[in-house]
Structure formats: structure tokens, C-alpha cells
């Protein structure tokens, strides 16, 4: 699957606003707009300026690590972990599930990702390079997010980011079971589909 443009998006897009289902259909999905929520919490927690989409998200995110992620910006674990990737003979263990997404456009080779949902749910994909996924549940889901109290943070480092933001970067089983946990979050969330999340890890790395 890839992140391909449908009529339906374009310049005509609504922003989702609180009390919605928090979802974001618009294609592409990097120039979609964010939840009002969302988008105002980043905007105050980055400080360089609107972040209204995902390219914005992703600028403000790359402006705080210095520039393109490389692997070794990863947050990597050592030890037990629920978010394991392995590609070219190589595992790795990570913090979040989706720096195993964003390591198959850093190494350039298929990625296999094992991780959990917040409820402890088993979730598999496979990612190319090329911007192909496949999933175990095929109708999973994810989400991006930011702690609701990140505007305290005045000092946006890579550091600082993942700190606020990782915690809330999840897969899930089903769009319901993403619904049920950002409704108990205290955070700011929106959730697509894991093949319409695979451009924005895709721009991480360009």
C-alpha cells in the first residue's frame, strides 16, 4: 500500500477539531491538517513556528535533532522491549514501534517490526523502502501525539521531543482500540492508518 492522492483531499480538507473521531483521511497525509489540539500544543511546544501538518511536525522535529535522522538517532534500548526490528541479519530494539518504520528508509532493506499496542495487543508489519506495508491485523492503525503539558518544555532537543512525543507514537489492532486509549490519554492525539503514517517516517529520513 502507499500514500497515494485521492480527490477527496486537497485545499477543500477540514481541520479535526476536539469531540471528533480524531482521524485524518486527507491524502497525502503529509500535507494534511492536524487537530486543533494537536497542532496548537506543537506549535507552542517547537517555538519555530505554526505546526499545522505533518510536514510541519516533521520540520520542527528535524530542526530539533540537527537535521536528517540516521540510525543511530534512533531511540534504541538495551534489554527487553516490546518494539523489535529486524532487517539484514540485524536486530534492533527500539523505544517506539516506529523507529522500526523509520529504519527501512535508513537502511534501505525490508524492515520486520514486532510491537505492541498500549494494551498489550501483538501487532507484525512489514516495511519497504519503497513505501509497502503489510500488517498483523490487516486493519491496524496508529497514532501521533503530544503530552497535553509539552508547552512547558522551552528547550525542543531531540531529547525533549522524544520525551513528549514518542510516548504517544502507538500501533493498534483496530481504529476502535486507538479511539478507547486516546479518549484516556492525557494528550493531544490523531490517528491514520500505519500505510498513511509510512511518508511522514519517509520524510524523517530525507
Known sequence: MSDETCSCGGSGAERPTEGTDRW????PVRSALLPDDVGRVMTAFFGTGPVETFDDFVAATREGAG??????DLCHVDGETPHVARAAGETYR????????????LVDEPVEIRTESPAGTGIELRVTPDGEVETS????VMSFGIATDAAAVTDPTAEAVYGQVCPYVKAFPSRDSYREWAAA???????VP????LPIAAAFAE
Do not use: K, M
Open 24 to 27: 485524518v483521511d486527507d491524502r
Open 67 to 72: 537535521g536528517a535522522l540516521a540510525v543511530e
Open 94 to 105: 527500539f523505544r517506539c514501534f516506529y523507529d522500526g518504520v523509520a529504519l527501512a528508509y
Open 137 to 140: 491485523p490487516p486493519e491496524a
Open 185 to 191: 490519554v492525557d494528550a493531544a492525539t490523531v490517528g
Open 194 to 197: 500505519i500505510a498513511a503514517g
